[in-house]
Nanobody, 123 residues
């Protein structure tokens, strides 16, 4: 199983970015995908998750209403649309795969991880 993130970059505060996570080696119907982010010297933080069965979505309170997670099962791709970005959103963003989780925001619940993509929000 491999996950590859793309779409990171630099954006001004208030701007938007869409991250993509391409999954290979696993069926899109069999896994949930989470997005996490991490800044230096801090723990990895759960941002959002979309479940494997009915596509239920979850969001951290800090991004709710600004970020939207979605998936395209035909292409095995999961997206994270990020709007109204703030400087506090600056981080390396990772997607990760779980075959089932109790606590979606816990990194230990995820079996596979991408390499990460940098998102920088600054004026």
């Amino acid at each position: 199983v491999q996950l590859v993130e793309s779409g990171g970059g630099w954006v001004q505060p208030g701007g938007s970015l869409t991250l993509s996570c391409l999954v290979s080696g696993a069926s899109s119907a069999d896994y949930g995908i989470g997005w996490f982010r991490q800044v230096p010297e801090k723990e990895r933080e759960g941002v959002s998750c979309i479940t494997r069965l009915d596509g239920t979505t979850y969001y951290a309170s800090s991004v709710k209403g600004r970020f939207t997670i979605s998936r395209d099962n035909d292409t095995n791709t999961v997206f994270l649309q990020m709007n109204n970005l703030r400087s506090a959103d600056t981080a390396v963003y990772y997607c990760a795969l779980t075959y089932g989780s109790t606590w979606w925001y816990q990194p230990d619940e995820y079996a596979y991880w991408g390499q990460g993509t940098q998102v920088t929000v600054s004026a």
